[in-house]
C-alpha cells in the first residue's frame, strides 16, 4: 500500500514538472486560485501583505474589468479553507465570479497558516511558534491587514466584507477590538459565520471540547492541521473523479466536516475542491472553538487560570464587546449545518449594534459547506446576498 502511494506521487510529481501545457489543458485541480481565475477569463492579481505581528499574507483579486471605483468586497476564508474554495465550482456557481459579473472589485483573502499565506519574517512554518495563534489573532492581524491594503490599492473608504464560518469570527473579533474600523464596513455578510459555539452538534467540533488547558497544552497545540498535501492530488484525481468509485467515500470524508445529508454535494466538482481543500490551519483555531463550545461564550483564548491571570489580568478569558459592532451585520445559518446553528448567531445578532437580520436557507438540508459549493447555492443565498448589498 505504501508502495503503491510512493510510486504514484512520484509519478504525480514528474508529470507535473515535466509539463508545459497552458493553463486551459491544465486539469484544476493543479491550479492555484489565480490560474483557475484566469482560465476561466476573468483577469486576476496576486497581493502580498505584511501584518504587523510579521506574518506575509496572501491575497488574490478580480480587479474590475472596467470603470473605476467599483464598489470592494473582501471574502474570507473558514477554518481550514482557502480563497481557492470561491472560485472551484467555476464561472456559474463561485461567488467571487459571481461577485465580479456583478461590478464588484473582488478581494480573497487567504488568513495565516493556510496553504497561500505561510511566510513570516522572522519564523519557519517548522517552528512552533508559527503556529502559535488562534482566530483572535486572525482577527486582531490578519483582518485589518487584508482590509487596509485592499481600500488602500483600491481607492475606497469603505468595503463589503463577506466570511465564511471561521471568516465570520475573524470579522467579530476584529470590528470588537477596533470599533473605529467599524466605519470602514459597508455590510457584513456571514455566510454561517461561528461566534458562540454553543449548540454544535459536529463530531469533528465536539471532540475538540475536551481540549486542555494551562502551559503544557499551550505549547501542545502550537502545530499545524489538514495540511493541502494530506492527500496527493493524483490520487484524488482518481478515485473522487465523477463516477469514481469510491466517490462516494469522498463525500463521506467531506460530511464529516459538513455534516449530514446534503441533497447539495457538488459530485462533478469534488475532484477540483478536495485538491484544494483542506488547506491547513493551526490546531489552535479548532481548539479555541473547542473551548467556545464547552463555556457556551464567545471570548478569547483560554490558557487556564494561571496564565490567564498573567495574561489577562483575570482568571476567566475576557469576553468580546460585541454590543461595539456598528457595522451593519446580515447572516446566513440553515438547518441542515450541524456546526453553525440558528440559537447561537440569534445569540450573537442580539449584542449587535446594527444586526440586518439572520436568514435561514430555504432548504433544510444545506450544510454548512454547502455554502461554498452546493449545487443551488446561487439561486439559494447568493442572489439574496448580492441583493441585499445593493441596499448598503
Ligand atoms: C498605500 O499604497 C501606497 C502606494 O501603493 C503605499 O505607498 C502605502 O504605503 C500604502 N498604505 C498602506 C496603509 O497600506
Ligand atoms: C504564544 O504566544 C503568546 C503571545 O501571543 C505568548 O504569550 C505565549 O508564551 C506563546 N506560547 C507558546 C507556548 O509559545
Ligand atoms: C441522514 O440520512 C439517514 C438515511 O437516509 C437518516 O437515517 C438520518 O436520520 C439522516 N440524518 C439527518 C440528520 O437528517
Ligand atoms: C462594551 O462596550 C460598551 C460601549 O463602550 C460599554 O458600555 C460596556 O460596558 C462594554 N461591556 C463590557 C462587558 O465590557
Redesign the pocket.
Known amino acids: 500500500m505504501l508502495r503503491t502511494y510512493l510510486m504514484l506521487w512520484a509519478v504525480c510529481i514528474l508529470w507535473t514538472s515535466t509539463n508545459q501545457q497552458s493553463l486551459s489543458s491544465k486539469p484544476d485541480t493543479q491550479l492555484t486560485t489565480p490560474e483557475l481565475i484566469q482560465k476561466y477569463g476573468y483577469p486576476a492579481e496576486t497581493h502580498e501583505v505584511l501584518t504587523t505581528d510579521g506574518y506575509f499574507l496572501t491575497m488574490h483579486r478580480i480587479p474590475p474589468r472596467r470603470g473605476a471605483n467599483r464598489p470592494v468586497v473582501l471574502l474570507v476564508n473558514g477554518l481550514l479553507s482557502s480563497s481557492a474554495d470561491w472560485v472551484v465550482t467555476g464561472p456559474n456557481n463561485g461567488l467571487a465570479y459571481i461577485l465580479s459579473d456583478a461590478g464588484y472589485d473582488v478581494w480573497l483573502g487567504n488568513t495565516r497558516g493556510n496553504v497561500y499565506s505561510k511566510r513570516h519574517l522572522r519564523l519557519s512554518p517548522r517552528d512552533?511558534?508559527f503556529w502559535?495563534y488562534s482566530w483572535h489573532e486572525i482577527g486582531v492581524y490578519d483582518v485589518p491587514s487584508m482590509v487596509d491594503h485592499a481600500l488602500n490599492v483600491s481607492r475606497q473608504r469603505s468595503l463589503y466584507y463577506i466570511g465564511h464560518s471561521m471568516g465570520g469570527t475573524d470579522f467579530y473579533v476584529y470590528a470588537s477590538t477596533y470599533p473605529a474600523y467599524n466605519s470602514k464596513i459597508r455590510l457584513m455578510v456571514g455566510l454561517a459565520p461561528a461566534s458562540y459555539n454553543y449548540y454544535n452538534s459536529n463530531p469533528f467540533f465536539r471532540i475538540s471540547s475536551f481540549s486542555k488547558v494551562g502551559a503544557e497544552a499551550?505549547?501542545l497545540y502550537?502545530s499545524e492541521i489538514f495540511t493541502k498535501d494530506w492527500a496527493p492530488p493524483i490520487l484524488i484525481q482518481t478515485f473522487c473523479r465523477d463516477m469514481g468509485l469510491v466517490q462516494e467515500l469522498c463525500s463521506a470524508g467531506l460530511l464529516l466536516l459538513a455534516g449530514t445529508n446534503s441533497t447539495q454535494t457538488n459530485k462533478k466538482s469534488l475532484p477540483v475542491i478536495l485538491s484544494h481543500f483542506p488547506a491547513g490551519a493551526s490546531l489552535k483555531c479548532w481548539v479555541h472553538y473547542g473551548q467556545q463550545l464547552r463555556s457556551g461564550k464567545f471570548r478569547q483564548y483560554d490558557h487556564g487560570r494561571q496564565l490567564n491571570l498573567k495574561?489577562y489580568g483575570t482568571a476567566e478569558p475576557p469576553e468580546y464587546n460585541t454590543t461595539v459592532i456598528t457595522a451593519p451585520v446580515a447572516s446566513y445559518v440553515s438547518d441542515g449545518d450541524d456546526i453553525i446553528k440558528a440559537k447561537d448567531v440569534d445569540k450573537l445578532h442580539r449584542t449587535l449594534g446594527n444586526s440586518v437580520g439572520v436568514f435561514r436557507v430555504p432548504l433544510p438540508t444545506f450544510n454548512h459547506l454547502d455554502f461554498l459549493w452546493g449545487v443551488d447555492v446561487k439561486s439559494l443565498v447568493y442572489d439574496s446576498v448580492i441583493d441585499l448589498m445593493a441596499k448598503f
Do not use: A, V, W
Request: charged share 45%; aromatic share 0%; glycine share 0%.
Open positions: 512552533k511558534q502559535n499551550d505549547k502550537n495574561l
